[in-house]
């Protein structure tokens, strides 16, 4: 069939829409993406920050370019759950997250946030994560509004190396 429309594929987002790879139950361990990840090789676990507590990671299914999440190693699934200890870093990390964003990437806002049990839209909701998504002015065009397609205009690994390298100079 032909038409006059462009496509663009994202073949990579099936396993998300698909549910694959998404944890059986919220407990800890393999199934756990968050658990797993500070253990993987950089280019698949995409961690660019490891804290005592908390570590950053870019999210794998980005909402917009550069959104990262920031989470405790301890399998935890609510905020109050936290200890202090926990909380001030996983905050610190935030900060600093903004802060590296802004520099790398000239960000004019930001979506900071967690989404708390599976009923408030948590993918995984087993393991706390707060989400960093960085905002630019006209960054909301067609594409998602009428295409149902975010473009994301960096491949994943480089934009963790990205972040790392700014991570290590703040």
């Not at 663009?8 to 990840?37: I, S, W």
């Not at 917009?64 to 870093?89: F, W």
Request: aromatic share 8%.
């Amino acid at each position: 069939m032909t038409d006059s429309w462009d496509r663009l594929y994202t073949p990579h987002r099936m396993v998300y829409l698909r549910g694959e790879g998404k944890p059986e139950n919220h407990d800890a361990g393999e199934q756990c993406p968050f658990c797993r990840a500070p253990g993987l090789p950089v280019d698949e676990g995409l961690v660019f920050a490891r804290g005592e507590l908390v570590y950053g990671v870019l999210n794998l299914y980005p909402y917009n370019s550069g959104h990262l999440m920031i989470c405790p190693y301890r399998h935890v699934a609510d905020y109050p759950d936290l200890t202090p200890a926990e909380v001030a870093e996983l905050g610190a990390f935030t900060q600093k997250a903004m802060r590296v964003v802004r520099d790398v990437s000239g960000a004019h806002g930001f979506n900071v946030g967690m989404n708390q049990g599976a009923i408030s839209g948590a993918g995984i909701a087993g393991h706390l994560h707060q989400h960093v998504v960085p905002r630019w002015g006209g960054d909301s065009n067609f594409m998602p509004v009428i295409g149902g397609t975010k473009v994301i205009p960096q491949l994943l690994n480089d934009t963790r190396d990205l972040l790392a390298e700014a991570w290590e100079r703040q």
